[in-house]
């Protein structure tokens, strides 16, 4: 009767059924791959602080821990013409301004010659018997180029420079964005008085807060 026009049978109705029951559970999976592949997707990090790294000891550390604080993010080097001076004003600004308002990060590098070799933990480890330094330390890392750090990449990406040679400097502000940079052979002064003064606005922007 249903191929000449007539009533549908019983067996059609629930071939229809079944269909349409299919055809929404197909849906509905469609749907929650979607979801869940945008849920699952990773987010682009947005600033400094958004980034994780590796310690000297090759644990993950995310550098969120750092937000709220100024930070002088610096590619290091143990065996350099300019190792002694930098590391006695890099370690002499970490303990006049403070940890609870500002850090040194030390990112060794070893792109610039024979100026960094050896192990992360054996780096650190020099630098802080020798120097008796007490900011922090990460992994070995490359400052440019195909396998960049990507922590490292945003700050040379935010001013659109890459580090000539070792101690290249980057001033991060409270919410992760690069303040400014100096080269290796600047002059400390400037870095004192900029850093000084973001410690100072932090500080200040606390106060107004309480």
Not at 125 to 145: D, M, Q, R, V, W
Not at 170 to 194: A, H, M, N, Q, Y
């Amino acid at each position: 009767m249903e191929e000449l026009g007539g009533y549908p049978t019983k067996s059609s109705i629930r071939k229809a059924k079944m269909l349409r029951v299919l055809l929404s559970m197909t849906v509905g999976v469609g749907c929650l791959f979607l979801l869940q592949t945008q849920l699952l997707k990773p987010r682009k990090p947005s600033d400094f602080y958004s980034f994780e790294v590796k310690d000297a000891k090759g644990r993950t550390v995310s550098l969120e821990k750092y937000r709220g604080k100024a930070s002088l993010v610096v590619n290091v080097a143990s065996h350099c013409e300019h190792t002694e001076a930098n590391f006695r004003f890099l370690q002499e600004l970490h303990r006049e301004l403070g940890t609870s308002h500002f850090n040194v990060l030390a990112f060794p590098c070893g792109q610039f010659g024979n100026t960094e070799l050896g192990l992360s933990r054996d780096i650190e480890a020099f630098a802080k018997n020798t120097y008796g330094l007490t900011f922090p330390f990460f992994s070995k890392i490359k400052t440019f180029g195909s396998g960049a750090e990507p922590a490292f990449k945003f700050l040379t990406d935010s001013v659109q420079k890459v580090p000539k040679w070792n101690f290249w400097k980057f001033l991060v502000d409270p919410e992760g964005k690069v303040v400014r940079f100096w080269r290796t052979d600047e002059p400390t002064d400037s870095i004192r008085e900029e850093a000084v003064s973001l410690v100072r606005q932090i500080i200040l922007k606390k106060r107004a807060e309480l």
